[in-house]
């Protein structure tokens, strides 16, 4: 009678367990999208570090300053394939440099890049739950 | 007993003091409009009554004619090392005289910059792009110039994004 308490015990948390995972996910795994002026990539942090199979996919933003005239911001994605995006901007207002450093693990992130610059032309983060 | 009663004395005494100066502190920056004449202020502040009293504001036109002063001899400077006539062979008019001042620049430096721009086009167009190149890449482009390393950026960007260079880093390429 005891063991089927403690089995029954242990079910119910197994059961209650998904309870606190609540809420929906949904996978963003990596793109990269080349086109002859411009690119892009779209893709969720978190999809590509603990949903994604391959080790290859990953995608980010990243900030530096010369301390002088500017600070520049970039943005890099790679696929699953292995395809690379990059885009960098030396002149990105306040906007675009506060996207960039609210990047997080619930972030999902899109950039498009000038293909003959390689400057980044748009940048969008977004932070939702529904990443984690 | 008797030490008590004499602590508090001071301590009360320390008080009442430090209210007292306070309050005739204040008094005396806020009492008037016109704490000091205008003869007594510098040339380029002066108080004025404003939203807080005893305030400095900024005389504008003081300032213009320190701003232009400035300029006047910043562009004199810039311009001096500059050829009066057009070097033969080269068309066009002479120095414009709207050209900002630029950053003057040692020999050694500039041969620097140059240098570190010739390397970083170097590991650009090697075609791997490795750990090593991306340490090596940072540092030279710390010791550009800023158009140099717009130009040192959008090589790397575009050499990435066509293919062109291969990347074997840890991470990302940059």
């Given amino acids: 009678m005891k063991k089927l308490t403690i089995v029954l015990s242990i079910a119910t948390a197994f059961a209650l367990q998904s309870v606190a995972f609540a809420g929906p996910h949904f996978n963003a795994f990596v793109s990269v999208s080349k086109g002859s002026t411009s690119s892009s990539a779209y893709g969720s942090l978190s999809s590509a570090r603990y949903y994604s199979s391959d080790s290859q996919q990953y995608i980010g933003c990243s900030s530096a300053a010369d301390l002088v005239s500017s600070i520049y911001i970039s943005c890099t994605a790679r696929d699953a394939q292995g395809n690379y995006l990059y885009c960098y901007s030396n002149n990105a207002d306040g906007q675009a440099r506060q996207a960039v450093a609210s990047v997080n693990n619930t972030s999902s992130v899109y950039f498009q890049v000038n293909n003959s610059t390689?400057?980044?032309?748009?940048?969008?983060v977004s932070n939702l739950s529904s990443n984690l | 007993m008797n030490k008590l009663i004499t602590i508090g004395m001071l301590v009360c005494g320390l008080g009442v003091g430090g209210w007292a100066g306070y309050q005739l502190g204040s008094a005396g920056s806020a009492g008037s409009d016109e704490p000091f004449s205008k003869a007594d202020a510098p040339?380029?502040?002066?108080?004025?009554?404003?939203?807080?009293?005893?305030?400095?504001?900024?005389?504008?036109?003081?300032?213009?004619?320190?701003?232009?002063?400035?300029?006047?001899?910043?562009?004199?400077?810039?311009?001096?090392?500059?050829?009066?006539?057009?070097?033969?062979?080269?068309?066009?008019?002479?120095?414009?005289?709207s050209m900002p001042a630029q950053e003057v620049v040692s020999p050694e430096l500039q041969a620097q910059r140059r240098e570190a721009l010739e390397q970083v086009n170097a590991?650009?167009?090697?075609?791997?792009?490795?750990?090593?190149?991306?340490?090596?890449?940072?540092e030279k482009l710390s010791m550009l110039?800023?158009?140099?390393?717009?130009?040192?950026?959008?090589?790397?960007?575009?050499?990435?994004n066509s293919g062109s260079l291969t990347v074997t880093t840890d991470g990302p390429p940059l």
């Fill in chain 1, 118 to 124: 390689g400057k980044c032309t748009y940048i969008s």
């Fill in chain 2, 43 to 97: 040339a380029l502040t002066k108080l004025v009554p404003s939203l807080s009293p005893g305030r400095a504001d900024v005389d504008a036109a003081a300032l213009r004619v320190l701003i232009r002063e400035e300029m006047t001899a910043a562009l004199a400077r810039a311009g001096s090392g500059l050829p009066a006539v057009p070097p033969p062979g080269k068309s066009g008019g002479g120095p414009s005289t």
């Fill in chain 2, 123 to 138: 590991l650009v167009v090697q075609g791997t792009w490795g750990n090593e190149q991306r340490m090596s890449f940072q």
């Fill in chain 2, 145 to 160: 110039d800023p158009q140099q390393r717009d130009q040192a950026m959008q090589r790397f960007a575009t050499a990435i």
